[in-house]
């Protein structure tokens, strides 16, 4: 399985929404960046993403999400009266995808970002680079492994 960090913002849909109805999937839509649509299209059901908190007064890592559903074209994109509408998307050609994803847990504590800034091991991370906004980013096995021992 593979493992993800997806950006939000907690006003929007945080980790706290999942955790008030841990069974209930919640479609990861809007997505409007094509490399970070790339990375959604690569999610299978069963991949584990962080829920990382931007936008915010406590930015950081604030839990974990399972991938439920594999993508599928972005309902968004065709709805006129939707913020994450476009109008060069078709049914036969759709631009964007989203995925469903479920709680899976809440970390005891926030990983902030300057924490995984001051990680070794974690140089790597696509969240720590310079100039790097994505939403959505793929993190490696032992990246994963070494944010979960920060939670302690």
Known sequence: MAKWLMKTE???????DFAHDPDKLI???GVR???????LTEMAEGDEAFIYHSSCKHIG????????????PDPAQFDSASPYYD??????K???QAVDVVFQSKLNRLIT?????GTAGLEDLPLVKRGSRLSVMPINDEQW???LRQEK
């Open 61 to 72: 890592i604030a839990g974990i999400v399972r991938v439920a559903r594999a993508a599928y």
């Open 27 to 29: 479609a990861w839509d």
């Open 10 to 16: 907690p006003a929007e849909c945080g980790i706290d």
């Open 87 to 92: 109008a060069k998307s078709t049914q036969d």
């Open 113 to 117: 970002l300057d924490e995984l800034k």
């Open 33 to 39: 960046n094509y490399q970070a649509r790339n990375f």
């Open 145 to 147: 492994q070494i944010i």
């Open 94 to 96: 759709p631009r964007w």
